[in-house]
């Protein structure tokens, strides 16, 4: 029985990672809540799961506002914009579907206004993880995002399947809400993270400059 409580077994490392999926879940959910800080915490989130829960690298909360305020701007500004267009996409969803005229024509918009949903889901499921990541302009970030988007299908289909059971789940079940962000972000950088390691250059080390801890390589 002992061994089962030992800080290096199995049970006790499972407990360890869930404790911290849910205090970062409840982290991000309170940092979301502004609003006009939904991209930020949503950079954040990606990078301190991976760096923290996966490569067990630093402090859990230190890395999350570390990367909140590293990339705040540019994820704000990325955040308003696609919160806005899920909200405008919904909006013309939910008019098209309780239209009491059902006809050709509003079935030709409803498919066109969830393809551009799914488009829309897609590209955010990779700007957030690649802002975490690189230094790169808004435009560069939308091209990146987009172009990683189409390039990896397999992988984007994988992620978007772990986003659907996550928001599932939440709609059933509002408690996992402080669980299933962190939870879903762990599991799809398991599909993420080959991806960025792909565009992801070496650093050379030099005499002056030592070899930094690439710990996103490993």
């Not at 500004?77 to 098209?96: H, Q």
Request: hydrophobic share 50%; charged share 15%.
């Amino acid at each position: 029985m002992g061994n089962i409580f030992s800080s290096e077994s199995p049970f006790f490392i499972f407990l360890s990672k869930l404790c911290d999926l849910i205090f970062l879940s409840t982290v991000w959910f309170f940092m979301c809540i502004p609003i006009i800080t939904i991209g930020p915490a949503n950079t954040a989130l990606y990078y301190a799961t991976v760096k923290v829960i996966r490569r067990e690298r630093g402090y859990l909360f230190r890395e999350f506002f570390k990367s909140f305020k590293l990339n705040f701007k540019k994820g704000a500004i990325i955040g308003v914009i696609t919160t806005l267009l899920f909200l405008v996409l919904a909006f013309d969803i939910y008019v098209t579907y309780t239209s009491t005229e059902a006809s050709t024509g509003s079935s030709v918009f409803m498919g066109i206004y969830l393809a551009l949903l799914i488009i829309l889901t897609c590209f955010s499921l990779y700007v957030y993880p690649v802002l975490s990541r690189f230094e790169l302009s808004i435009k560069q970030l939308y091209k990146l995002s987009i172009y990683l988007c189409v390039r990896h299908p397999l992988h984007t289909l994988g992620m978007l399947l772990i986003m659907a059971v996550s928001v599932v789940g939440v709609v059933f079940n509002l408690l996992l809400l402080f669980l299933v962000p962190a939870a879903g972000t762990f599991l799809s950088s398991f599909l993420m993270e080959p991806v960025l390691k792909k565009y992801t250059p070496k650093s050379e080390s030099s005499e002056d400059e030592p070899l930094k801890d690439e710990w996103y390589l490993e």
